[in-house]
């Protein structure tokens, strides 16, 4: 893996990544849309910063190793081969997506909730959340509108954004 010293080198690096994982579906598919730096709120005590990818059909909570840049590869003493740059955390289709909640107040703030479906010999299910924070509400903003935009692509309806 070469070492990324642009923004959009990092996200071709990261689209690499990804269809290395995910074994048959096309480039486009895995094209990225939305990216974006956030704290992951799960972890209360920790709150790592970890990376929030979104591509057409999947959502992606990433920990990538962000002292290995912008540093130029000729400069860098980081081994790939020893620890990937990359990991994901946890992924999710867009399909399971129930809603998009945000404070109204000024807060950067955003909780993608989903539907957590039980181990299939139940009818019923369960919501889980990834709570997670951005270094801005402008970009909470952008990420929820364009997660609205392809749910409606998707699904011919409004995703639920909802301002608590």
């Known amino acids: 893996m070469r070492h990324a010293t642009s923004s ?23 094209r990225i ?3 974006i730096i956030v704290r992951d709120n799960h972890d209360r005590s920790a709150a790592p910063l970890r990376s929030l990818l979104m591509t057409a059909s999947t959502i992606y909570l990433v920990d990538e ?3 290995r840049w912008p540093t130029p590869c000729f ?4 081994d790939y081969k020893r620890r990937p740059p990359y990991r994901v955390v946890a992924e999710r289709p867009i ?3 129930l809603a998009v909640e945000t404070p109204a107040n000024a807060s950067s ?11 299939g010999k139940q009818l019923d299910f ?10 801005l509400p402008m970009l909470r903003d952008r990420f929820a509108r364009q997660l609205g935009t392809i749910w409606n692509e998707m699904f ?9």
Request: glycine fraction near 4%.
């Open 8 to 30: 959009r080198e990092v996200l071709d690096e990261l689209s690499t990544y990804l269809s290395g994982r995910a074994a048959g579906k096309d480039a486009e598919a895995l």
């Open 33 to 35: 849309l939305a990216y």
């Open 65 to 67: 190793d962000y002292a």
């Open 75 to 78: 400069a860098s003493t980081y």
């Open 95 to 97: 399909s399971a997506v």
């Open 109 to 119: 703030e955003i909780s993608l909730v989903f539907e957590d479906p039980h181990d």
């Open 126 to 135: 369960q919501t889980a959340s990834w709570d997670l924070m951005c270094a």
């Open 156 to 164: 011919s309806s409004e995703l639920r954004i909802i301002s608590a």
